[in-house]
């Protein structure tokens, strides 16, 4: 399978511990993504990363949430003393963006099948 | 107010039936749109665009009104395998930079 990739699928943890999620695009994408879905609403959008430059925080991004693409490959995103409102699917999408594309032009996101997060 | 709205669901129809679903955005600096299915449990995937001039795919039709900042997915002669939540999906883009914003989806449950 050469789609997104995430690890772990599912998660159950206790609040106040830390966890923290795996995700692996597509091997030619420069871009990933990650984004947070709850139930009944949309996925939100979290962070983005082209290569390894974090480019993009959303401001549901607080101080206990992390992510990292070291190598502009893998990237990880690490959420510290969660909370039980934190309780929700999270989901990594990659894309290929060309130098010098013109703006509008579609930027398809892959998704992976996403990590759910249970806090109790 | 949301940036996209939908439809509130669940829409239950017949087999062979036409639905419509309908969405508003409130960013006018909105470039792209698309529609995204996502089955129960599963990931969001790619539907369709939706152009200004409007478009189709098979039984899939996509309209979209700039001055209105309307977009709109018809389906004809539903399928059981429709079955989904359709998320609508603007893409904002400045600098370079693109993020996608969700609509909470609207649900569609096809019955024989």
């Known amino acids: 399978d050469t789609g997104v990739s995430q690890d772990p699928r599912h998660k159950i943890t206790k609040r106040g511990q830390n966890v923290t999620f795996r995700c692996d695009p597509i091997s030619e994408h420069n871009r990933l993504y990650w984004y947070r879905q709850t139930l009944g609403q949309g996925p939100e959008f979290l962070t983005y990363?082209?290569?390894?430059?974090?480019?993009?925080k959303s401001r549901l991004l607080s101080d206990r949430f992390s992510a990292e693409r070291p190598k502009g490959s893998f990237s990880t995103l690490e959420i510290q003393r969660t909370e039980q409102g934190d309780s929700a699917m999270y989901l990594c999408a990659s894309s290929l963006w060309r130098t010098g594309r013109a703006s509008g032009t579609l930027d398809e996101q892959f998704f992976g099948p996403g990590t759910r997060l249970t806090v109790l | 107010r949301k940036e996209v709205e939908q439809d509130p669901g669940p829409f239950n129809v017949p087999e062979g039936a036409t639905v419509a679903f309908n969405c508003t955005y409130s960013n006018s600096a909105s470039q792209s749109f698309f529609w995204y299915r996502q089955d129960c449990r599963k990931e969001p995937k790619l539907l369709m665009s939706v152009y200004s001039s409007g478009n189709e795919d098979g039984r899939f039709t996509a309209q979209l009104n700039r001055a209105s900042q309307y977009i709109s997915l018809l389906i004809r002669d539903s399928k059981l395998s429709d079955s989904a939540t359709y998320l609508c999906?603007?893409?904002?883009?400045?600098?370079?930079?693109?993020?996608?914003?969700f609509g909470a989806g609207t649900r569609l449950a096809v019955h024989p």
């Open positions: 990363f082209q290569n390894e430059a974090q480019l993009e």
């Open positions: 999906v603007v893409n904002l883009i400045s600098g370079g930079y693109n993020k996608l914003i």
